[in-house]
């Protein structure tokens, strides 16, 4: 259907904030041409819950989705996962929000995990890739914000607010019914016209450096060229650009780019520092950061960014000649910052990468309906862990296919979730029910909101009968 590239635009609305553990509420994409042109008719997706997950109460009241709206709009999740990877499975099809590579992409990533899915699958292959903007926009306001507005400010620093919904207004754009997904997508799109009318180089030297190949090529270790580098970790006042200089990549971890940060200064004590305050930081190519040469800096942007390209370029000769050390340090940084934190088989996405065999399994197993799925066998997996995820599959999305055995350990499963879950991040059912009447009884819930609290308690109290009773 599609025989060149195009632009997958989409959003998430979620139960929670935490990707691995918290569902997906809403769903929408939008496919354009690479002129933004709409080539495709919207998608919206709502995905009903299992027995065995309670959502975060103030997320309902954020978006007003509520657990009774996606059982009687939304689909099973494990159809709602399928439905929307096949639309980022289109051959050419680039995956882009704002800010989904911080979150949205994690949560996809973790429900096709959830659903034995390969979950990099849409990200590589067939000319797929993934974008993200909202860098984009970061950098346009440092770079050259002429013809856009960025007057508004967050009102928790005073700095300039990179919330879509700040964004629209104050350029023009429609956004009624913020936190809806099809709304936020469709002012993703707007806020990406603008930028692509108002400074069309900077918007095609994004799109053109988004891949890991070109980040790679940008910050190579062995030439260290100092670039220039937008990250909200340096929101400021200023902005939200550095200048960095590449000093060391890790073999085991090739998309990791380590560099210093050229605002700060070297120490000799730098190893007795919190990573946060040595100047050394770690950039993700396969994350579509936003890495840009010295050139771009004209007087205007080195005014409003604080440092001069001269600045720079004298404390980048320093820097080289410490390159061994802070490479070290790197190395060191890089041992202690990767953790799981989770070990509950649901959670523990990058334990490992999935084999060819376990791929392999878990492509028959799509082929089959419920039941089969469960009596073929254990179908071969080299990793033990997903015979409980496929016993998780089909309970979680097919319960009337368990037998009388299966449903028994399913209501027991579902209990133990609700009373005593596995993960921190997680509420027990005593907690959720607190936390709704609580909402009820403030007198500072205003009435739209009392009624979510009061619905989401309701339908925790049917859970509560239906699975601990």
Sequence with gaps: MYDQRTILWYDLETFGLNPRVDRIAQAAAIRTDLALNIVDDPILLYCKLSDDYLPNPESCVLTGITPDEVEEKGI????????????????????????????????????????????????????????????????????????????????????????????????????????????????????????????????AYAFQHRSKNDIWNLLDVERMIPMLHTHPMYASEYGNTHPIIPVWRNKKRSNDIWCF????????????????????????????????????????????LGFTKAEIEAKAAIIKKKQHEIAMLA???????????????????????????????????????????????????????????????????????????????????CASRLINPPSKSSRTMELFLRECQDGIDSIDTDPEKKKIYLSLKNWALRLEERVLS
């Design 76 to 203: 099973r999740e494990y159809d709602f996962i399928k439905r929307l990877n096949d639309e980022f499975l289109v051959p050419g099809t680039i995956g882009c929000g704002y800010n989904n590579m911080g979150f949205d992409d994690e949560c996809i990533r973790s429900t096709l995990y959830r659903n034995l899915f390969d979950p990099y699958e849409r990200e590589n292959f067939q000319g797929r890739s993934r974008w993200d903007i909202i860098n984009l926009v970061r950098a346009t306001r440092d770079l050259r914000p002429e013809g856009i507005c960025f007057d508004k400010k967050n009102p928790e620093t005073g700095w300039t607010s990179f919330r879509l919904t700040d964004l629209t207004e104050e350029n023009g754009i429609n956004q009624d019914g913020a936190h809806d997904a099809l709304v936020d997508v469709r002012a993703t799109i707007a806020i990406a016209k603008l930028i692509k009318k108002r400074q069309p180089r900077l918007y």
């Design 261 to 304: 940060d050229l605002t700060k200064d070297f120490s000799s004590d730098i190893g007795t520092l919190d990573i946060r305050d040595t100047g050394i930081i770690r950039i993700s190519a396969n994350k579509c950061p936003f890495i840009a040469p010295l050139s771009v800096l004209d007087l205007a942007s080195e005014k409003r």
């Design 331 to 413: 190395e060191k940084f890089s041992v202690q910052e990767f953790s799981e934190g989770e070990t509950d088989p649901d959670y523990t996405i990058y334990e490992r990468f999935i084999s060819d065999a376990d791929k392999a399994a878990m492509k028959r197993i799509e082929l089959l309906d419920p039941k089969e799925k469960l009596e073929s066998g254990e179908h071969n997996f080299e990793d033990a862990k997903y015979h409980k995820l496929l016993w998780r599959l089909v309970a979680r999305n097919w319960p009337e296919a368990l037998n009388e055995n299966g449903k028994r350990q399913w209501k027991n499963f």
